[in-house]
């Protein structure tokens, strides 16, 4: 059976001490979050997160060689069967694929430099990538792809005619996931909030959800996932602007909201039984499988960084997000966070082991 649980959020409470800094936050008198810099053997390390959930920062980790920059990361991050990070950005890089170790290995999708979402399907022996662009040529903006993970186009999907649009600006995509019965949903995040289902073969089906604040409704339904944490899988939204995230089944009925109170969610990525969350106001946050707060990684104390696209990246302490908005977990636990950056910032967080 599904079942869900609001999370119960109480006051939060931030301490902040000096250049060895420390930065807590509490929930029902919990603490789920602790930030520090730890002199060991000689070297410093950089650490996020409590308990299981403590990660050290990967220092310099998806550098660019010299002479070349990222041109801004508004996207997502995904991998491949063979552990490749592939990671979006905001110019004619397109879509960098790296190595764990964090060496670029090539770029793909380079005629579309504004990929905003990617996620990762193995269909027929054939490892793919849902996406969604919102810059591609000149020709062709605010589409879905369905892309080989060396860049090979195998499916285009365009606003649909029948979907009630009235001028071309409505239609602004923001992610897409297969459904499973192979449908695809597509995600109206900037435009008037609506989830389109297609059918495989990229016939338009059915809408729902649309703008609003009440149940069964969005406020920029700004990221999907398909969430199989449960007896039955679940269609899972951020539904951005009312910080919050919900689940619908997947012949668009409204299931309930999974939590609360969250600080404007943008994508989520799963590690067995937990959901690991991006959120623009500088935090990433872990749900259990109740979807109750577990960890905070790298919470800003800074509100005046909170989802500030302009930041010059050496203006964000190096344990903490500006705009976290494309997030991935890897099977070892790692976790890589793309910041709302117009320069372009990444960071990788390695699982730390204490013992």
Not at 149 to 161: C, E, N, R, S, Y
Not at 231 to 249: G, I, K, T, Y
Not at 339 to 353: M, Y
Request: contains cysteine.
């Amino acid at each position: 059976m599904y079942s869900h649980r609001r999370a119960r959020v109480g006051r939060r409470t931030f301490f902040f001490m000096g250049a060895a800094s420390t930065l807590a936050t509490f929930i029902d008198g919990k603490k789920l979050f602790a930030q520090s810099s730890n002199e060991s053997s000689g070297s410093q390390r950089l650490v996020t997160g409590n308990g299981e959930w403590t990660y050290e920062l990967v220092s310099q980790w998806g550098v660019l060689p010299e002479g070349r920059t990222f041109g801004g990361t508004h996207g997502a991050i995904a991998s491949d069967k063979a552990g490749n990070i592939y990671v979006s950005t905001q110019s004619n890089t397109g879509v960098l694929v790296y190595s764990p170790n964090g060496q670029l290995v090539r770029q793909i999708a380079t005629d579309y430099p504004e990929v905003h979402s990617m996620h990762y399907s193995m269909e027929g022996g054939n490892e793919l990538f849902y996406i969604v662009v919102q810059k591609g040529t000149p020709k062709e903006n605010w589409l879905f792809l369905k892309m080989k993970i060396d860049g090979t186009i195998l499916q285009k999907i365009t606003a649909p005619p029948d979907a009630g649009f009235k001028t071309p600006n409505e239609w602004r995509i923001t992610s897409a996931v297969p459904g499973p019965d192979g449908s695809i949903f597509i995600a109206n995040g900037y435009g008037d909030s609506r989830i389109f289902r297609f059918d495989k073969q990229g016939n338009y089906k059915s809408s729902f959800a649309g703008k609003g604040d009440i149940d069964g409704m969005c406020n920029c339904s700004h990221g999907l996932s398909v969430d199989s944490r449960y007896d039955q899988p679940l269609l899972l939204v951020c539904d951005r602007e009312n910080f919050r995230l919900s689940h619908f089944d997947f012949d668009g009925k409204f299931v309930g909201h999974v939590t609360q109170h969250m600080r404007r969610p943008c994508q989520v990525s799963f590690h067995g039984d937990h959901a690991i969350v991006s959120e623009l106001q500088g935090r990433v946050t872990v749900l259990d499988k109740n979807n109750v707060p577990v960890a905070f990684l790298g919470d800003n104390p800074d509100k005046s960084q909170w989802a500030e696209y302009k930041l010059d990246p050496h203006d964000i302490s190096a344990t903490v997000f500006s705009a976290a908005h494309g997030c991935y977990i890897d099977n070892d636990g790692n976790i890589y966070v793309s910041d709302w950056n117009k320069t372009g910032r990444i960071t990788k967080l390695q699982r730390f082991h204490t013992t």
